[in-house]
T-cell receptor
Framework: AQTVTQSQPEMSVQEAETVTLSCTYD???????LFWYKQPPSRQMILVIR??????QNATENRFSVNFQKAAKSFSLKISDSQLGDAAMYFC?????????????FGKGTKLTVNP | ETGVTQTPRHLVMGMTNKKSLKCEQH?????MYWYKQSAKKPLELMFV???????ENNSVPSRFSPECPNSSHLFLHLHTLQPEDSALYLC?????????????FGSGTRLTVV
């Protein structure tokens, strides 16, 4: 079964600094998708960034970028110029096709605190 | 209203009660999902519906009963729940069963079973 591991339950960063959240996954598939979601206190999970495994170029969305290392099965999220509004739970997710139906498999999440 | 809307936002129920959670999406998506989110655990997939047909049931106890009357609405009927069922229940939708672009989530229903 595909699994997603986020090894940092909590992280903190100073406002305007850069922080990297780690994520590793286990799969035997060659074509897949990876995602980072943000869950603020409002509880709604918001898609931050998406990566297609067959693309070697790392995805970027404004201050958010990923370091995708396919051979190492690693998918870390870098947040540059951190802002107070970035404080949230961050979840890494893998699109699984196991069992014949596609769905997202999530890690346990990393709680990010941004200090002023 | 656009996006995925879940009601109620909070729910407290006794173990003998029957209640329902509602999810509605106006995105034209064809697949909808129920997830359970408990503290310090990964999100647990409960049910998957595609074009109103249930395509996956992840060994969820029968005290949880889903219903998808059309592609815009999804319900989770609850009866005789246990305290360990207290959690945040998230509804999500995707364009189709190929989840290439991820999900759009609702804000969840915080359920407390007393």
């Amino acid at each position: 079964a595909q699994t997603v591991t986020q090894s940092q339950p909590e992280m903190s960063v100073q406002e305007a600094e850069t922080v990297t959240l780690s994520c590793t996954y286990d799969t035997s598939e060659s074509d897949y998708y990876l995602f980072w979601y943000k869950q603020p206190p409002s509880r709604q999970m918001i898609l931050v960034i998406r990566q297609e495994a067959y693309k070697q170029q790392n995805a970027t969305e404004n201050r958010f970028s990923v370091n995708f290392q396919k051979a190492a099965k690693s998918f870390s999220l870098k947040i540059s110029d951190s802002q107070l509004g970035d404080a949230a739970m961050y979840f890494c997710a893998y699109r699984s096709a196991e069992g014949g139906s596609e769905k997202l498999v999530f890690g346990k999440g990393t709680k990010l605190t941004v200090n002023p | 209203e656009t996006g995925v809307t879940q009601t109620p936002r909070h729910l407290v129920m006794g173990m003998t009660n029957k209640k329902s959670l509602k999810c509605e999406q106006h995105l034209g998506h064809n697949a909808m999902y129920w997830y359970k989110q408990s503290a310090k655990k990964p999100l647990e997939l409960m049910f998957v519906y595609s074009l109103e047909e249930r395509v996956e049931n992840n060994s969820v106890p029968s005290r949880f009963s889903p219903e998808c009357p059309n592609s815009s609405h999804l319900f989770l009927h609850l009866h005789t729940l246990q305290p360990e069922d207290s959690a945040l229940y998230l509804c999500a939708s995707s364009q189709n069963r190929r989840v290439d672009y991820g999900y759009t989530f609702g804000s969840g229903t915080r359920l407390t079973v007393v």
